[in-house]
């Protein structure tokens, strides 16, 4: 079962509705498109985004996470952010294995139709898997921390129930058997 530590924030808006946002104003759009982005980039901007929320979570101080985002990013106060992240910073979530464990992408970076860049997927550490969807808006030319949501989840595999075990969990249980009486005492002799 999979903790979450995170939200998907920027200014409270998920990319879902973003993307509706857009679509309403603008009529319908083209679906997602790949990005032209080569894997040593997807590599940076995951690592640089969730290493930055690692360091904020570690000192308390979410500015430079902050600064490192996009205008709308940047909406959320240093202090907002660290609210939205005490969960984490509270349990002391080390994330720093992403800095050397490579990702695996689950959703390969593409273009949505709002114009931002989305990726999602996870590093497959043991015994806690590190799983991120993470938007990013380009700003002169560069890409800029949208939006990030991040959760934790078991990596050890887990045995279905075998279905005899698993009828047997839902069964309706018999009645308890009645107990027998007690076996009168023979009255004491004169």
Partial sequence: ???????????????????????????????????????NGVLILIRESLLALDQANKTGNYTVLRDLGSP?????????LS?????????????SGVAVIDPQLTLLPQIEANGLLHMTGFFPSVPTQVN?????????GQWRLFGI????????????IPPEAADAAHAPKPAPAAKPAPAPKPAPKP
């Fill in 83 to 95: 609210e939205i992240f005490a969960k984490q910073r509270n349990d002391s979530v080390d994330l």
């Fill in 72 to 80: 709308a990013f940047q909406a959320n106060t240093a202090s907002r």
């Fill in 1 to 39: 079962m999979a903790a979450i530590i995170a939200v998907f924030i920027s200014l409270g808006i998920s990319l879902g509705r973003a993307q509706a946002q857009t679509q309403a104003a603008n009529g319908p759009q083209a679906s997602p498109r790949p990005a032209q982005i080569d894997r």
């Fill in 132 to 140: 991120f969807d993470l938007a990013y808006a380009a700003v002169n």
């Fill in 149 to 160: 949501s991040v959760a934790l989840g078991r990596t050890e595999p887990v045995a279905p």
